[in-house]
């Protein structure tokens, strides 16, 4: 059967619960979800593809055919960008600049070595979002950066993080949209440490430097990322949940939400509402934390569904940035990003679908039966159909009909690399 037929059976059924899928579609296409340039390369940038990943964080595997400069990273990702339906924005980290072979300091980056990309993603309709890279650094080499006991370290990363702003700033007007800038700095002690206050004072001094300077929001918007622990900094992290919840709230920028920052069995979508009651944005890592913040490929389970779910069902289309976050060396890089980036484009469309002004009446009522009874019925709706249908009109492959594409790229391109 046509996709088209199965579709119009579908909209039928759900119809009959009150769900419109014409506008459950219309919605999420416009809903944008930015796509991380670093699962390409295994988080290595143009500064020193060479050099170690540090700052705790690892990308394990070695799958053949990575991305090994600017035109093969470009390339692979319109390859996946071409499979992946809906608006999409492209994250940069510092460390990806154009620097046409010479070596810039990170404080001195300049949106003219981000030129080219800003060109491309013009030319693709792709937006931008940014970050500044506090790692993979002679500089960070100790594990610390905006923290940094040393005072020129520490400035050079102040620096770094200005530049990052003003770089991300640029970008947003030569787009005429906004840009989301993350600041995550890997910054901890790999053993107890005994004066945890004076790092977080520092990390502290540090923000009100980098934030002093006011950026039109129409153009960057700056978020803040904490975390639990990184790999060699185990027993305390300076930027914990409650250091950046403060320091959002004071210098009015974002917290980013990571699904891989907290303890094992809090979720990033419980967190949605509480922190939109007191601040205007979040900006979301989307990952898939399996035992450690290991940054697996984003798949369609429980907690994927609920994130979407609390966005769509609070409305916070536009106060929640959509950001992913995963990157695995073990399997195609092209393949990760398609199929993590479609499973998040399916969980909005899931979450789309749901009847949600009906299921919060039955709960406001303590109705508790039938909100499991439908939740679990609507497991089982033509929601596949759905699917198909929207990315066939998005003019994306539908079902499977993708990987062996996927598979011909390699063939031809990632193999030879
Ligand atoms: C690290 C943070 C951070 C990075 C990227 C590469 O634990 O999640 O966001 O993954 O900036
Ligand atoms: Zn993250």
Known sequence: MSTEKMYQIAKEIYAGIGVDTEAAMKRVSQIPVSIQCWQGDDVRGFENPD??????????????????????????????????????????????????????????????????????????????????????????????????????????????????????????????????????????????????????????????????????????????????????????????????????????????LDAGHYHPTEMISDKISSVLLYMNDILLHVSRPVRWDSDHVVIFDDELKAIASEILRNNFDKRVHIGLDFFDASINRVAAWTIGARNMQKALLYAALEPSEKLKQMEACGDYTSRLAYLEELKSYPFSAVWDYYCENSGVAVRDNWIEDVQDYEKNVLSKR
């Open 51 to 256: 050099g170690a990943l540090t700052g705790g964080i690892q990308a394990t595997g070695n799958y053949p055919g990575r991305a090994r400069n600017i035109d093969e990273l470009r390339a692979d990702f319109e390859y996946a960008a071409k499979l992946i339906p809906g608006k999409k924005k492209i994250s940069l980290h510092a460390m990806y600049l154009d620097n046409g072979g010479k070596d810039i300091p990170r404080d001195e980056i300049e949106p003219k070595y981000f030129q080219s990309w800003i060109d491309w993603a013009k030319e693709h309709h792709y937006g931008i979002d940014f970050n500044s890279t506090c790692f993979s650094h002679p500089l960070s080499a100790d594990g610390f950066t905006l923290s940094h006991v040393n005072n020129d370290i520490r400035s050079f990363w102040i620096r770094h993080s200005i530049a990052s702003r003003e770089v991300a700033a640029e970008i947003g007007r030569q787009l005429g949209e906004t840009v989301c800038t993350n600041h995550w700095v890997p910054d901890g002690f790999k053993d107890i440490p005994v004066d945890r206050m004076a790092a977080r004072e520092r990390l502290a001094d540090s923000f009100d430097q980098i934030f002093a300077k006011p950026i039109d929001k129409k153009y960057n918007l700056d978020g803040v990322e904490s975390k639990v622990f990184g790999i060699g900094a185990e027993s305390c992290t300076i930027g914990s949940h409650e250091f950046y919840m403060g320091c959002a709230l004071k210098h009015d920028v974002m917290l980013t």
